[in-house]
């Protein structure tokens, strides 16, 4: 038997089916070790012996190192599958370290699909561990949990702030130093001049033949030029030009996250669960498993040979030659690897509505999404007939454009959301026509301050700065949400007062560190590494030093933030009481703690009662409680009882079987499952007893 150890469990079953009888395949469910906390400040970091890392175990991955230990003993050759980028490297790296197995020697599988074709080709062409990437991600590791630690040691004892952190912090900068700028903003006043002519055209005020108009900035000025207008409008000049609207290149993680926002309104967590779930494999009927899309986590746009060849052939199948295009091969601004592949189907016959009813709403609109934008990235120009107009009417310029699509190309499969669809005609026209006016008006405006970061633009923006990878933009965005540094309205971030006074201190304590050229230049460091041209120790006391200094200075000059007082006296000793925040929000307690320990007791409102009706196990009054999920009623006597009302309606929704329970004996139960995904079998021990199995 040979075992294969991959990331993810839901990869195992997909993979198993591939691989056959003679193959284990079982799951680390990611990292199965990290920095312990132990040594000089907690880092689990030896500095002073060429910031030597000690590892430990992760507690909550005791049970799956002893599970893979003793598979690893039974097997007789033992392969690993984990992910193909940096942090899947350092997964094979310490699962060798973990189980006793060679990286010199071990077989390590890269693949960047789940396809039977792609795993059968990894099993016959395996390579070692490559050590480069190893190191490289062994020193972001060390880097960030040293400025990690250190930095929010010191705001939460300084400011109170939760963390810090070398890419967070950065993109934190970024939406407050926003926000300043929407705060000083001055608006200036403009005026906009239109002209309806009896054709029904609409026409805007460009200028004046003596240019001194060009932007009107008062009433009187605008006035002023309607009072100079006749009703009468001549065509001066026509000029019509061909345009061609390029495809989009195929997607990367950062313009999917974009795409998919603009689009399908998802976050860029959700875009990202999503697309793993694609990418993991999803049951397509006939008991097939198939990953949908290639490696979800990539900053190229390169399409494999392969794939280009088949969709210029299926592109002339079912368009026609003309709507062939060619491969994009212009890279996006900021730094690309290049290690994988652009986002892409993994199977131009695995057509999204042949498999519609296998997929959830989301996966099938996500996968619909990536399916299309590859095969277009491949197909024609879009062509269009742009027909400029310059109409004048004593001494003033008019002007308006017209575009119609003379061939629609790509656009007849995938429109991008920064595209406008719809073509816009023009009446018929010709130079020397006079045209009547039906109305001329004149309406005020005024400039607008730049926009709020939404997740699209941030993670644009990131990406084209070099803030993170790939891998880190969700989970970025999502610490800063979590850590209450900036509110979401829509998936728009405005920063918190907290926000703001965290990347203040930082930004006057450590500038080099908050500057966006800081981390663009640590990742290119970083490469440097993998590439051979730069060594880990080098890099890592090269940072150290000059971190170290700031935080130095940091430490003895930062002031120390005063609790906000509420004005009222604590009953204990009479000092003042105080606003203090915990990981569970704020509360009110004593400012002479820890002498005096006294806190506030919350105002809670009383429980509404259900009249009429009692707990029929233990006859207490039922109340009204509010859950995630929305209100429900039940026992008062929680947690001694936990009767729910509602509750045993819905178990006896659920079919006995005749069936038994391996792990506890107890009967199992007939469930429907989520979205569709069919019935399935569980233990009615629930859940002491979480035994599923499905219902072949």
């Not at 990292?31 to 002073?48: A, F």
């Not at 991955?61 to 690893?72: D, V």
């Not at 060798?96 to 039977?116: A, Y």
């Not at 008062?636 to 178990?651: A, L, N, T, V």
């Amino acid at each position: 038997m040979k075992l294969v150890i991959v990331e993810s469990p839901t990869k195992c079953n997909t993979i198993k089916k591939y691989l056959g009888s003679d193959f284990q395949v079982m799951a680390s469910c990611g990292h199965i070790r990290d920095l312990s906390t132990k040594g000089k400040g907690g880092l689990g970091v030896d500095i002073d012996h060429d910031f030597k890392p000690d590892y430990e175990n992760s507690k909550d991955k005791y049970k799956i190192i002893s599970e893979l230990k003793n598979a690893k003993k039974k097997a007789s050759e033992v392969y690993l599958a984990t992910d193909p980028d940096r942090e899947g490297e350092a997964i094979s790296w310490h699962l060798c370290e973990v189980l006793g197995l060679d990286p010199n020697t071990t077989k390590r599988l890269e693949f960047h699909e789940i396809t039977k074709g792609a795993i059968l080709k990894a099993i016959d062409n395996p390579r070692v561990i490559d050590m480069s990437l190893v190191q490289s991600q062994e020193t972001r590791r060390i880097i960030d949990r040293i400025m990690g630690f250190k930095l929010s040691t010191l705001l939460k004892n300084k400011i109170g702030s939760v963390s810090a952190g070398r890419v967070q912090s950065v993109t934190l900068k970024l939406i407050t130093d926003r926000e300043k700028e929407i705060q000083g903003f001055v608006p200036s006043e403009y005026w906009n001049i239109e002209a309806e002519l009896e054709n029904g055209l609409k026409i805007k005020y460009e200028n004046s033949l003596d240019g001194q108009n060009k932007t009107i900035s008062s009433l009187e000025q605008a006035q002023k030029i309607v009072d100079s207008l006749s009703d009468e409008f001549k065509v001066d000049s026509l000029q019509v030009r061909s345009r061609r609207v390029e495809s989009k290149p195929p997607f990367t993680t950062s313009t999917l996250q974009q795409e998919a926002y603009s689009k399908l309104h998802f976050s860029t967590k959700k875009t990202q669960s999503v697309a793993q779930k694609l990418y993991e494999g999803v049951d397509i009927g006939n008991n097939e498993t198939v990953g949908l899309i290639t490696y979800m986590r990539t900053d190229s746009i390169r399409l494999s040979p392969e794939f280009v060849n088949n969709s210029i052939s299926f592109i002339k199948d079912n368009y026609g030659q003309s709507y062939v295009g060619r491969e994009n091969t212009k890279q996006s601004k900021g730094m690309v690897q290049d290690a994988h592949e652009a986002i892409r189907p993994t199977s131009l016959n695995l057509n999204p509505k042949s498999i519609k009813q296998y997929l959830s709403s989301d996966e099938y609109n996500l996968y619909n999404l990536i399916y299309k934008r590859a095969l277009a990235s491949l197909m024609s120009a879009k062509q269009e007939e742009v027909t400029q107009v310059k109409f004048l009417n004593n001494g003033q310029i008019f002007k308006c454009e017209g575009v119609v699509t003379t061939f629609d190309g790509y656009s007849k499969l995938y429109e991008t959301a920064d595209q406008n669809s719809q073509d816009k005609k023009l009446p018929p026209l010709e130079a020397g026509q006079i045209i009547k006016s039906k109305e001329v008006t004149k309406e005020q405006k005024f400039t607008l301050p730049p926009s709020r970061f939404n997740e699209a633009k941030l993670v644009k923006t990131m990406e084209e700065l070099g803030i993170g990878r790939p891998s880190t933009y969700a989970s970025t965005i999502s610490t800063l949400k979590a850590r209450k540094y900036v509110t979401s309205d829509k998936g728009v971030f405005t920063p918190t007062e907290q926000g703001i006074e965290t990347v203040k201190q930082l930004a006057h304590f450590f500038p080099p560190f908050m500057d966006t050229t800081y981390t663009s230049n640590m990742e290119k460091k970083l490469d440097d590494i993998v590439d051979g041209n730069d060594s880990r120790i080098n890099l890592l006391r090269n940072f150290y030093e000059e971190f170290n200094s700031f935080y130095q200075v940091a430490l003895k000059e930062m002031d120390k933030a005063k609790p906000v007082e509420t004005g009222e006296i604590c009953p204990v000793c009479f000092s003042p009481l105080v606003i203090k925040k915990s990981k569970f929000g704020e509360f009110t307690a004593c400012s002479n703690y820890p002498t005096c320990r006294y806190i506030k007791p919350k105002e809670t409102k009383p429980l509404e009662v259900l009249e009429n009706e009692v707990c029929p196990k233990c006859g207490r009054p039922l109340v009204k409680r509010t859950s995630k999920n929305g209100d429900f009623y039940a026992c008062s006597g929680f947690p001694s009882c936990r009767y729910i009302k509602g509750q045993e309606e819905q178990k006896k929704l659920d079919e006995i079987t005749d069936k038994i329970c391996p792990k506890c004996g107890k009967p199992l139960l007939k469930k429907k499952g989520r979205n569709n995904k069919g019935d399935f079998l569980a233990c009615s021990g629930f859940p002491k007893c979480r035994y599923i199995e499905s219902i072949k």
